[in-house]
């Protein structure tokens, strides 16, 4: 079933129920689906709900991301089957739970897909934590010169807590058009290149860059990489001070 | 005096010493701007001497970084009055003399300039360590649409070991050209935009985030920061060979 724009909470956690998740894992998703909606960011909205009702990818259902390794600094989780979302959900609960002491490196092995990372890095910045988190995809940015496609589309984003509660979310993936709106039917495959026209080659080292910290990491071809501080410091209210009204990353 | 072509690396250092570095200071920055102008990426290389030669920014040659604090997966250094270039070397030193047995965040208060972040991140990428590492910079960009100058160009650098020596190392600013050729009269103020084109919005966004995560976490105006790990693979050369001789990342 299409999404709908009058499409309820209510409405998407009981389509989601019906693909045989839990009430709570409905929810979470239901959450991170319906962000992505609100904030315009439609190719990781309701769209990828009708994607997992057509069975775009393997889904077990009832599979629950595992940590397998928790140390002060360091934790390693791996989706032990469960949707990217929901290991990403996971994680971010973990860290806001247990905040580490200076910083921590998060590698979320086999985590796909993990939708708009902007969405998880804010709720940490509401927690008060800094984080940067990237992921990769399975490869459909070329080189801008040609050649075989390389790499995943591969976002990175940034969040800066504020103490005003105003949060700087930076999240950019390296793709000029997210593949997000290939898979709703707004964009061509062909339009799924490193954005930067003259200047694509900069983005293409960005998503090859990520790319490989991904897997070098994770030791797996899919995951993402999430890196959380404590703040020695509140930049943003004397920053949005400077900006003087100009809409900055993260704003509605 | 201007750079010549014919600049020896003795020459280099000469100069330097003149400047009133020590042979070991002058010796570790003659080897950055070198490396910068056999790289291609002059306004990093001896356009520099030039620049610190005619007392561009305030210099205290004999002034060294200091550690701060060192702790298994944290440390602090501050600049100490040191120019960043040095502050960067000493902090990639120690991180190689005693590695993260995961992954360590590397605050650098007060470092500043830090020239070619690549070329730190690959005396890493040659010790088997995965890096990233940005630094930012005054604020030359302005949001795309307008308004006030807001952030550096505030380089990511990514660089993941190869074991056949062949190391990634992604380094692009957000800036449509550097602000170092402007300094050698290469380009105009008004030529530093965040790139992209119709897509510069998300050169500006990962531009706000990596400035506002380096003041963050530095707890100061100027700074950088470095995230160490230790891989879990070596992803390197099966992507390589899917590159198919497609110039890569660092490739020279």
């Not at 509401?126 to 790499?151: F, I, Q, V």
Request: glycine share 10%; aromatic share 6%.
């Amino acid at each position: 079933m299409p999404a709908r724009c009058g499409d309820t909470s209510a409405d998407v956690v009981e389509r989601l129920r019906g693909l045989g998740f839990d009430e709570a894992d409905a929810r979470t998703l239901a959450g991170h689906f319906l962000d992505a909606e609100r904030r315009g960011s439609l190719g990781h909205g309701l769209s990828r709900v009708e994607w997992l009702e057509r069975g775009a990818i393997a889904l077990d259902p009832r599979a629950k991301p595992k940590r397998v390794v928790a140390e002060p600094a360091y934790e390693r989780w791996d989706a032990n089957g469960a949707v990217g979302y929901l290991v990403l959900a996971a994680a971010i609960d973990a860290q806001l739970a247990d905040p580490p002491e200076r910083a921590r490196l998060v590698v979320l092995a086999n985590a796909f897909p993990t939708g708009a990372l902007g969405y998880w890095v804010r709720r940490l910045a509401d927690g008060g934590l800094a984080a940067a988190l990237t992921a990769n995809s399975p490869a459909r940015l070329a080189h801008p010169d040609g050649g075989p496609k390389l790499t995943g589309t591969n976002p990175l984003a940034i969040a800066i807590p504020s103490s005003d509660g105003r949060h700087i979310v930076a999240d950019a993936s390296m793709s000029r058009v997210p593949h997000g709106d290939v898979i709703r039917g707004a964009a061509e495959p062909e339009d799924v290149v490193p954005f930067g026209g003259d200047r694509a080659y900069k983005a293409f080292a960005l998503a090859v860059g990520l790319e490989l910290l991904v897997r070098a990491l994770a030791g797996t071809e899919r995951g993402a990489v999430l890196f959380v501080a404590r703040p020695e410091a509140d930049p943003v209210p004397a920053f949005r001070a400077l900006a003087n009204g100009v809409r900055l990353p993260g704003d509605r």
